[in-house]
């Protein structure tokens, strides 16, 4: 089945520690999104990247760190200097650039210790 | 499962009955549109989109209507049913962005 999977579906950090979210996609989408999402609020973009090693940051990159190394995977890295990380996050991809439809992964639940 | 939406407005609809759910869009300069539908705990679901050249359009049991006037976007569903409970929200598209709405829960009572 073509998809978007993420893992793992729970993350829990302990303080001062940096996690990485995996993002994997074989719907062959050159585009793939990380959002963050809050109670009660829209989604807010981390990173976005329209093709392998190259990225950009979103409205809310800092305490956040990527790569894109291959065009199946974006993973996501939560570091430290991000002191509000307990969240729910989306990975998303599309066919072309940030205007095509966007289709998400199931989320992965970010929790602090 | 997740709260998606803790202080989300709610919609309660018997089932069978039609459901609409609006979407008040801030940019006149979006042109692009999509309905998401997320169930608690899971990533968000496309559902249906639409583009500004267009007012209405359809799917199965959707409707999305499009008003430019009043910059504001409405989801159609059609003989609601349980399996449609779920927090819906709209995304409208300008320049390089997507700008998400926080969603309104739609409950569907038996």
């Known amino acids: 089945d073509g998809g978007i999977t993420q893992s793992p579906k729970y993350l829990f950090r302990k303080e001062g520690q940096n996690v990485t979210l995996s993002c994997e996609q074989n719907l062959n989408h050159d585009a793939m999104y990380w959002y963050r999402q809050d109670p009660g609020q829209g989604l807010r973009l981390i990173y976005y990247?329209?093709?392998?090693?190259?990225?950009q940051k979103g409205d809310i990159a800092e305490g956040y760190s990527v790569s894109r190394e291959k065009k199946e995977s974006f993973p996501l890295t939560v570091t430290s200097a991000q002191k509000n990380p307990t969240a729910f996050y989306l990975c998303a991809s599309s066919i072309g650039g940030v205007r095509q439809t966007q289709y998400f992964g199931p989320g992965t639940r970010l929790l602090v210790l | 499962g997740e709260s998606v939406g803790l202080h989300l407005p709610t919609l309660s609809v018997q089932e069978g009955d039609n459901s609409i759910i609006n979407c008040a869009y801030s940019n006149s300069a979006s042109d692009y549109f999509i309905w998401y539908k997320q169930e608690s705990g899971k990533g968000p679901q496309f559902i249906i989109d639409?583009?500004?050249?267009?007012d209405k359009r359809q799917g199965q049991r959707v409707t999305v209507l499009l008003n430019k006037t009043v910059k504001h976007l409405s989801l159609q569903i059609a003989a609601t049913q349980p399996g449609d409970s779920a927090v819906y929200f709209c995304a409208e598209g300008y320049g390089q962005n997507f700008v998400f709405g926080p969603g309104t829960r739609l409950s569907v009572l038996p």
């Open positions: 639409i583009r500004s050249n267009m």
């Open positions: 990247s329209q093709i392998v090693n190259d990225f």
